[in-house]
């Protein structure tokens, strides 16, 4: 199984910038893409940013420009960072991974999330 830990959530003023980092543990092989998404109070989850293991990243269009998403996969993190942020950037974000799993019947891919950070945007 895999474990996702998220760090870094908090309330920052409009403007500002926070970084969100998640580290993957457990038994796997390897992890494929990572991703990041959110969700606002009485909305549905949603796509923040995701990132192969090959580096090629996708964004929401509400964020291009603004967020970056990393990652380092001889450690299995992934970080978001979050410029210029704005109200409607408050959420619980979520780490999303795919990871590769060995089985006695080869390998699979399974998708798992983390326990969700708040970010706050306010003055």
């Known amino acids: 199984q895999v474990q996702l830990v998220e760090s870094g959530g908090g309330l920052v003023q409009p403007g500002g910038s926070l970084r969100l980092s998640c580290a993957a543990s457990?038994?796997?092989?390897?992890?494929?893409?990572m991703g990041w998404y959110r969700q606002a109070p009485g909305k549905e989850r949603e796509l923040v940013a995701t990132?192969?293991?090959?580096?090629?990243?996708n964004y929401a269009d509400s964020v291009k420009g603004r967020f970056t998403i990393s990652r380092d996969n001889a450690k299995n993190t992934v970080v978001l960072q979050m410029n210029t942020l704005r109200p409607e950037d408050t959420a619980v974000y979520y780490c999303?991974?795919?990871?590769?799993?060995?089985?006695?019947?080869?390998?699979?891919?399974?998708?798992?999330w983390g326990q969700g950070t708040q970010v706050t945007i306010s003055s």
């Open positions: 990132i192969t293991r090959g580096a090629s990243t």
């Open positions: 999303n991974c795919r990871a590769v799993l060995a089985t006695p019947w080869g390998a699979t891919t399974n998708a798992y």
């Open positions: 457990g038994s796997f092989f390897s992890i494929a893409d």
